[in-house]
């Protein structure tokens, strides 16, 4: 067995693309060896700013040898009438590198068997290394020279060993050697002998190649560097992510700045550190410090210039943080109501304040529906959501909408309820991130995204493929998650009626809009649940009645569906069922039965059967549909329900209606799979 390195070396790659990177050369290496019946135990990936690379382990050593049949023309033209091969069967055999006697008819066919000798690994590999590694794909991608192939950034050296042998292969016209390069500052040459000393030759010309060991360097010593002063470092798993890739030897230095800055909100202060120049904010006793730590990618003992540059750098934005704070602190702010007047929503919408006395009705109408004690923190929450959005502040950070608005209120002296549903109510901020606390961030919230949703599919802008520049998805999900996991009593589609009649633009298209909505909820939701539910169950829960009205219901019964489907005796009840509304189905069907119409005791004991059932508890229901499942099968093994008598068979088929009824109470059992 072998070991097989390919480093590929380019210019500072995109931090953003670099973990994409990696995932998608070893899935297209693993579908190459696959593909060509190459055996292997595993494949390792590395990377840094500058390379990706990959070591496949136990690696066979060429492919099997293999048979396969090669299908010929038909035997009549292949043979001639003396038996002999004619040009056809001639150049068939030829063309396969077989002999005559090689060849058989099988189904009027000439055919033949040929044996194909397995490659060398290394030859595979030279055909094949290059289009493998040309296929990533990404945003971006650029040409550089006079070349005609594309890739993140210009490829500048490639390291191709099978184990201690080079395997000359080219990629975007650089050919293969078995040197790499170490840290800018330190060598521009470094040799690999094997795969096997890959990452330590790297690491002695300071290059941490493996990425999830310089994670973990990163996160370690950027916490022991804070104990350096008893605090403790912030580290959001994705700012641990982009600072990982965007070194290959990361160096901790502490920097500082003027307490006066700290005076400003520290969502502000902590964005400017973490989201703009990738510094680890420092607290001490939970409180930010006016200290950070900058991850260098620095060969050496001198930070001096780097500390003061990096000072220099925070200093000027948080200057401009403080000054937009001073002045947009200097008037009231529920002054900033009226001018959200000035900002429009979307183009048919009206103005952002226009949105806002949308979002303050339809919160009135969401604390009717939940009889909520919060009315008037509510109806001040929704008042005062969007206001942050004229100040200088958000101007400059887009990304803090709703954190300094809520500063800004408690800067005003608003309640605490009202302060925390700002912030909030812009939650959940990401497919997995936290959802709103307060009932005001909760009610607010799903009052601003489902009139923006609503908009969005009013001016028929709804998403389409993976494009949803205006984030409908995500504020479809995030009302879903926040009803159902926070246990909110709201029915969906009266709120989406609602929403829609308080639009602008709601007249001979509203029924259609609103209809619009209902099913890509309802589609998300599907989405939503079949990551945690057999797609089946949920397609029953969804199709039996509108899972939107009464979403706790829905899951109850997902819930509870998806426990029966496993019970040994389920599979007779479904049947049952199953049988019940393949007869029903798209017919037109009175209301009820009349017992003066029964002609045997089979529909008599399917009435008394039927009448059993009468729970509404989904466990209880569930037990009085088993014991009617003796009177559905004698009923339909005895009784033909289409009689020649009108009256008699539609009075059959009300009855069976009437127990379809008592089903759909449960789920359409119709979309279980048997």
């Known amino acids: 067995m072998s070991k097989y390195l390919l480093e590929i070396g380019t210019e500072e790659l995109p931090h953003k693309f670099i973990k994409s990177g990696i995932a998608q050369l070893k899935a297209n290496f693993e579908k190459l060896l696959n593909e060509n019946k190459i055996g292997y135990s595993g494949i390792k990936t590395y990377s840094t700013p500058r ?12 492919q099997p040898d293999t048979e396969k049949l090669v299908k010929g023309p038909v035997s009549n033209i292949a043979y001639k009438e003396d038996g002999s091969l004619s040009p056809a069967g001639m150049g068939f055999a030829k063309k396969n590198g077989v002999s005559e006697k090689d060849l058989f008819v099988q189904d009027n066919y000439v055919w033949a068997k040929i044996s194909v000798k397995g490659k060398d690994i290394a030859e595979v590999l030279k055909e094949n290394a290059e289009s493998t590694v040309l296929k990533l794909q990404g945003p971006y991608f650029m040409r550089w020279a006079a070349l005609d192939v594309k890739f993140q950034r210009p490829i500048r050296w490639v390291v191709s060993l099978l184990d201690d042998e080079e395997v000359k292969i ?6 293969s050697g078995r040197f790499s390069r170490g840290h800018r500052f330190k060598s521009s040459k470094v040799e690999i002998k094997n795969p096997d000393c890959y990452e330590k030759a790297l690491y002695e ?4 190649a ?5 994670k973990k360097h990163v996160v370690e010593s950027a916490k022991k560097k804070a104990a350096e002063i008893n605090a403790e470092v912030y580290l959001d798993d994705d700012l641990v992510e982009e600072v990982t890739n965007l070194c290959e030897w990361p160096v901790p230095v502490i920097c500082g700045f003027d307490e006066k800055y700290l005076a400003i909100p520290e969502k502000v202060t902590v964005t400017v550190m973490a989201v703009h120049q990738r510094y680890f904010p420092m607290y001490k006793d939970g409180k930010l410090l006016n200290k950070f730590i900058t991850m260098t990618n620095y060969i050496g003992d001198d930070f001096e210039n780097i500390k003061a540059g990096n000072e220099r750098v925070v200093v000027a934005r948080l200057d401009d943080a403080i000054f937009f704070f001073n002045e947009d602190t200097k008037k009231p702010f529920a002054d900033n109501v009226e001018k959200l007047k000035g900002i429009t929503f979307q183009k048919g919408m009206g103005s952002v304040y226009d949105k806002t006395m949308r979002i303050i009705e339809l919160s009135k109408y969401l604390c009717d529906e939940l009889k909520t004690k919060s009315r008037e923190t509510i109806e001040r929450t929704a008042l005062l959501c969007k206001a942050d959005l004229v100040t200088s502040l958000v101007f400059e950070f887009t990304e803090l909408q709703g954190f300094i608005g809520a500063d800004y209120a408690l800067n005003a002296g608003e309640k605490p309820e009202v302060v925390q549903g700002i912030k909030e109510h812009y939650f959940p901020l990401g497919a997995d991130s936290e959802l709103a606390e307060s009932i005001e961030g909760q009610v607010v919230g799903i009052a601003d995204k489902i009139d923006t949703i609503c908009a969005v599919f009013a001016e028929g802008k709804k998403p389409t493929g993976s494009a949803d520049p205006l984030g409908v998805r995500r504020a479809t999900l995030g009302i879903i998650k926040t009803v159902i996991q926070k246990g909110l009593s709201i029915n969906l589609e009266e709120l989406i009626k609602k929403s829609v009649l308080l639009l602008p633009s709601n007249t001979s298209g509203a029924d259609k809009t609103t209809e619009d909505v209902k099913n890509f909820f309802e589609q998300r939701l599907n989405i939503l649940c079949s990551e945690q539910y057999p797609h089946d169950v949920v397609e029953a829960c969804i199709a039996n009645k509108s899972p939107l009205a009464d ?6 019964r997902l819930d509870f569906v998806s426990e029966i489907v496993k019970e040994q005796d389920f599979a007779a009840l479904n049947e049952a069922a199953n049988r019940i509304i393949r007869l029903i189905k798209d017919k037109n069907v009175k209301s009820e039965a009349e017992k003066s119409l029964f002609t045997n005791e089979y529909e008599e004991k399917l009435y008394e059967g039927i009448q059993a059932v009468k729970s509404e508890d989904y466990k209880t229901l569930y037990a009085e549909l088993k014991s009617a499942v003796p009177s559905v099968n004698s009923f339909f093994d005895n009784v033909l329900v289409m009689d020649k008598d009108e009256k008699i068979k539609e009075n059959r088929m009300a009855l069976i209606n009437s127990l379809k009824l008592k089903f759909d109470k449960i789920a359409d059992f119709s979309k279980i799979a048997g």
């Open 51 to 62: 390379r990706l690379a990959l070591i496949i382990d136990g690696l066979a050593q060429k």
């Open 170 to 175: 080219k990629i975007a016209e650089v050919e």
């Open 205 to 208: 010309a300071n290059v941490m």
């Open 210 to 214: 493996n990425q999830e060991e310089r």
């Open 551 to 556: 979403l706790r219901d829905f899951t109850l």
